[in-house]
């Protein structure tokens, strides 16, 4: 081995087997940065200066060889670019960068907390700019109203046969404005009798485990500042897992986020009403429609096997939604983290909430309701006093993990005090979202 090279592999020798092995020990994982995230935290003495300035300097002359590769393709479009033999010197060079990366990557990985703080501060003009997405996130109350609705959207479907092999199960009510709010969910299916099984599946699965996993894609948003974004499916799945996990999901976990995904891909909503074309007394319906997800692309490993992609790329609000109803409703980030059995009441209460100002007005519910929302009707139906043990625990959780502020039993229901907004300070200036 030449001698240059071997002063390289001989100073980072050490390092590079630590390196080595605890990257290998972290499995999947992905972290975000910017080279002003790195610049601040150098500046800050957050990082060390030898992996700072190294960064730096290689993203500097990366973006060097890159636009002389391109000046040259302008200058010689037909005429490619020579490769040359490596000098030893470069040689050392490209295998000192090729350690520091290795370093750079552990470090950032070791104290993600750094960055996680650094992107709070450089998204303050996020998605929503009086949010802390530490606590809290928010959802667009063009949205978040309607799917206000989802227990009797849920409950009241019907079921129509589009052509051999395709249904749609169909419902819609009306809200206090009078415009018509609708659920349809498409899905592939060989007989009637199987699509009612797969619709029956539908309505127990949007009110718990798919509720949670669109309200993960939704917590995402929040925290990258942006309604349409890629990510790691295993991120998002961190959003909603009952533990904390950093990379480790088995394949059957994968399976059935991606099959939860893919079913709020299929589920529509839709408000529409009446209005009158300016300057005339003709009336026409006007209609928005949104998917609860778009998936508009993704990564997965080229093997035949693999059922759920690497990353995903989605967005939560269709452009086209009116600019109004852009103004959040907010809810609480342990939301996601609730037993599926409890998350469509605190979505719901949170919801109320929010259309009656939050915190300034208590909400009170009759225990029909509540036995609905928290998947206690069956045990209401046929033991009415466990269902209230039940409910009284499930109350007690969603104060527990701060859902809302407390609760108080009454005669014919309960009393709900919901949690305070916690809002954070931002610029008088917000930016443009839409």
């Known amino acids: 081995m030449h001698e240059t090279l071997n002063i390289v592999f001989e100073k980072y020798k050490e390092k590079h087997k630590e390196v080595e092995k605890y990257l290998k020990s972290q499995g999947e994982i992905q972290i975000t940065f910017s080279v002003a995230h790195i610049k601040k935290l150098l500046n800050s003495g957050k990082i060390p200066k030898e992996l700072g300035e190294w960064f730096l300097k290689d993203y500097e002359n990366i973006e060097k ?3 002389q590769r391109r000046e040259f393709l302008k200058s010689y479009p037909d005429n490619p670019i020579e490769e040359r033999s490596l000098t030893f010197e470069e040689e050392a ?51 978040s109203n309607s ?30 404005k009078g415009e ?50 890629s990510c790691l499916m295993i991120d998002v799945m961190k959003m909603v897992a009952d533990e904390d996990r950093e990379a480790f999901f088995s394949v059957k976990e994968k399976e ?44 997965k490993e080229i093997t035949a096997e693999d059922k759920y992609p690497l990353t995903v790329s989605v967005r939560v609000l269709m452009p086209r939604m009116d600019k109004k109803g852009f103004a959040p409703t907010i809810y ?29 007005k208590n909400l009170h519910y009759d225990w029909d309701f509540i036995f609905e929302a928290g998947n206690l009707q069956p045990t209401a139906l046929s033991n009415p006093r466990g269902a209230k043990a039940k409910a009284r625990k499930k109350m007690d959780r969603l104060q527990k993990n701060e859902i809302i502020e407390k609760w108080n039993e009454e005669l014919m229901g309960v009393c709900v005090t919901p949690k305070k907004q916690t ?4 610029d008088k200036d917000k930016k443009n979202i839409t």
């Not at 609708?182 to 007989?191: G, R």
Request: overall charge positive; some cysteine; glycine content about 4%.
């Open 65 to 67: 060889r890159l636009f």
């Open 93 to 143: 060079k490209l295998y000192e960068d090729m350690f520091l990366s290795s370093q750079f990557l552990m470090y950032l990985i070791q104290n993600k907390h750094l960055l996680e703080k650094e992107e709070s501060l450089m998204t303050a003009q996020g998605l929503f700019n009086d949010i802390d997405t530490v606590e809290e996130f928010g959802v667009a109350n063009c949205i």
């Open 147 to 176: 799917l206000y609705h989802l227990r009797e959207l849920l409950k009241t479907m019907k079921l129509v046969s589009l052509y051999e092999g395709l249904f749609e199960a169909k419902s819609s009510v009306r809200n206090s």
């Open 180 to 229: 018509a709010i609708s659920l349809t969910y498409t899905f592939p299916a060989h007989t009637e009798e199987e699509a009612q099984a797969i619709l029956k599946n539908y309505q127990s699965t949007m009110a718990t485990k798919g509720l949670k996993v669109w309200m993960a894609y939704w917590i995402m948003a929040n925290k990258l500042g942006r309604v349409e974004y």
């Open 256 to 299: 059935e986020h991606w099959a939860l995904t893919k079913m709020l891909r299929l589920s529509k909503l839709s408000r529409e009403r009446k209005i009158r074309k300016k300057g005339t007394s003709t009336e026409v319906l006007q209609w928005v429609e949104q998917p609860f997800l778009e998936i508009q692309g993704g990564e």
């Open 332 to 360: 609480k980030n342990n939301t996601a983290l609730l037993s599926p059995s409890d998350t469509l009441l605190a979505f719901l209460l949170q919801t109320r909430a929010g259309q009656m100002n939050r915190g300034s």
């Open 423 to 426: 809002r954070k300070e931002c």
